[in-house]
C-alpha cells in the first residue's frame, strides 16, 4: 500500500479545485426518502380522502376513505370507513367496509362491518363481524365486493286443472243392508253410548 502523507503548508499532489470538485461530486444533491419505512398515524389525526402507501401503516387515527398500504395495523381506537387493501391487516379496532388482503387478522376488540376477501383468515375469541367472508387465490386483483352465491333455481309446475268429475271420487254403491247388520248396527250404537258415559264420569 502505498500512502501519501501530506503535512502542513506543503501543496498536494492534485489541485485544490478537482479535489473539492471531486468530494462534491459523491455527495447527493437532495436526501431522497427511503422506501419502505413504516409510518405512524396517531389517534389524533382525522383524514377525510384516500390513504396510499408502499410501506407498513401503524393506523390509529380516523379515516374516512379508503386505505391502500402494503402491510396495516389498524388500532383498537382506529376508525375506517371505506375499503381496506393490503398484503396484510391486523384490525384490532371498527372497519367499516370491505376487507382485500392476502392475511387477515382479527383481534379480539376488532369489530368489522363489511365483506372480508382474504387468503388467509383468523379471527380471535370476542372479534365482532358482520358480514361476508370469501376464500381468494389472489384477493387483491379482485375487486372488493363479496358475491353472495345465487340461490339455486327453483322450477314451479302448474298441474291442468281437474274437472269436477274427475275430482269427486266415483261414490261405491249402497249394500243392501241385512238383518245380522242391523242387530250390528245396534250393538254399535249401545257400545258408543256407554263409552260416552264413561267419559261424562
Known amino acids: 500500500m502505498s500512502a501519501e502523507l501530506v503535512e502542513i503548508g506543503d501543496t498536494p499532489n492534485k489541485k485544490p479545485s478537482n479535489s473539492r470538485a471531486s468530494m462534491n461530486a459523491k455527495k447527493p444533491s437532495s436526501p431522497k426518502p427511503t422506501p419502505g419505512m413504516p409510518s405512524l398515524i396517531s389517534a389524533d389525526v382525522v383524514i377525510t380522502g384516500s390513504v396510499v402507501a408502499e410501506s407498513e401503516i401503524q ?54 362491518k363489511g365483506d372480508i376477501l382474504h387468503k388467509a383468515l383468523s379471527i380471535e375469541t370476542g372479534a365482532r363481524f358482520d358480514g ?46 241385512s238383518g245380522d247388520e242391523g242387530k250390528d248396527g245396534e250393538k254399535s250404537g249401545a257400545f258408543l253410548s256407554r263409552i260416552g258415559k264413561a267419559e261424562l264420569r
Open 59 to 112: 393506523f390509529d387515527g380516523s379515516l374516512e376513505g379508503d386505505i391502500r398500504a402494503k402491510g396495516l395495523v389498524i388500532g383498537e381506537h382506529a376508525t375506517v370507513k371505506g375499503e381496506v387493501v393490503s398484503e396484510r391487516v391486523k384490525v384490532s379496532g371498527t372497519v367499516e367496509g370491505s376487507i382485500r388482503a392476502r392475511q387477515v387478522e382479527l383481534a379480539a376488540s376488532a369489530n368489522v
Open 132 to 177: 361476508n367472508c370469501r376464500h381468494s387465490d389472489d384477493p387483491l386483483a379482485e375487486s372488493g365486493r363479496v358475491k353472495k352465491p345465487s340461490p339455486a333455481p327453483r322450477v314451479v309446475t302448474s298441474a291442468p286443472e281437474k274437472s269436477a268429475s274427475a275430482e269427486a271420487p266415483a261414490e261405491a254403491p249402497a249394500e243392501e243392508s
